[in-house]
């Protein structure tokens, strides 16, 4: 990978005021290895509110809504329900990737929509798993749709762009910046009827969407190999702030939404 | 524990088994309730359609006379610690009720310190008891002015009303002398046969059992 000088006007700095090696790694690697080029993608692209994608949404979940999202893709708007994020690590264990693998796969028979952020690891898997159980995935970039990262999972999101879905709040041209990735976490959490943590250290991104997924009050889950790693002080954190252990991908059911619209339920009361 | 009895009211109620459509519907409603999402038509937020529900009802319901005009809301807090901002139902649906003139004001003054187990996702014996609820709650602001005469809980799910229990006497150790009763926006039925109908207000006592140090919820 080439080596670069960030542009100071896409510069942002990590809580020690330093420029992160993987704030330049993502932009050298997104912008240097694909160039912007006008393509037929871009043209597929819709531009969307999120009171289009999901319906109106309360004061909580407007608080970091992005104003406008963009998405390309063939699945229905609104989304379709019920919709889980299973995430985590880039780095995974085999183990890890076996669990997403596995509670992907247990969900996407059961009519979930399976939602994660396109990043090695756990989320491919997650993906992946999905489309070949014959489910539905929805990827949530941190890059404008028109942008990968990382670029080995360029396939990966044709295919989604091709027979699912993929979304981002950031329009085409839209500088690529580490901070953009938190953003995308929360808004992965707004537009996840649940949220699975399979697999994070103490630095994962994950995190951030664990942290909004709870504060949405949308259940979270964190899956019970890691939250017994006596190594993490996250996990029990979380715990202390509602989320709950996974033992067995069935129990997410539980509090899953079903696909029937509410509304004329709630006329009963 | 001062209080062993609290009387509670509540409008709605769900099986957390469900067999029937009826039930699964009541299910949904409930999983909403949780979310406090816009529904119905026109969309209104799940809160403020319980307090609609209970001020265009209030002539009808068995409970109307725990909201006297001067009964202050104290909304109970959730299991778990909550980060600012977080989505508190509770408090959504007492504000709700405050709005439409259901109850004087919201107070907010009963805080979660200790997180507890869930109680949904705990076996019913692992479940916390009262005491346990007592002692992790804290009164953190008193209410301006005099102690109010009526103070009402607002919670939106009632299974045993452990929680409602030791809030209740946190609250009774703070406000010696005020009475305190409880509204939940829902309650559970755990036999199915027991299941009528999604609406379906009632009132009742949870009583604290002393040998058990649980409590049993009369309906």
Known sequence: MKRVVIPARHRSRNQAGKFSRRAIDLWSESTINTPHKRNPMEAQIRTLTPLELLGPLNDVERKYAPSTLFSAGPMEIPLPRPRVAIIGSRKASAKGLNTAAHIASVLSKRGVVVVSGLAEGIDTTAHETAMREGGRTIAVLGTPLNRVYPQKNSHLQQEIMTNHLVISQFPVGYPIQPKNFVMRNRTMALISNASIIVEAGETSGSLHQGWEALRLGRPLFIWKSIASDSSLKWP????????VVLTDPKHVLEVLPSSKEISQIVMQI | MRITSLDF?????????PSSTAMQDAYQVMLAIKQDPF????????????????????????FAYFFQPDTVLVPVPKSSLMLPDTLWVPQRIATALARRGVGSQVDSCLVRVKAVRKAASSRASDRPKPKEHFASLSVQRRISGPPPKEILLVDDMITRGSTLLGAANRLAEAFPGTRIRAFGAMTTISDRADFVALSKPLIGSIQY?????????RP
């Not at chain 2, 026109?42 to 319901?61: D, G, T």
């Open chain 1, 236 to 243: 029990k954190e979380m715990v202390r702030f509602g989320a």
């Open chain 2, 9 to 17: 009211g509540s409008l709605l109620c769900y099986c957390p088994r």
């Open chain 2, 39 to 62: 529904g119905g038509d026109p969309p209104i937020l799940m809160s403020e359609r319980i307090a609609k529900a209970v001020q265009e009802n209030m002539s009808s319901l068995p």
């Open chain 2, 209 to 217: 059992r002393p040998s058990t140090e649980d409590t049993i919820r």
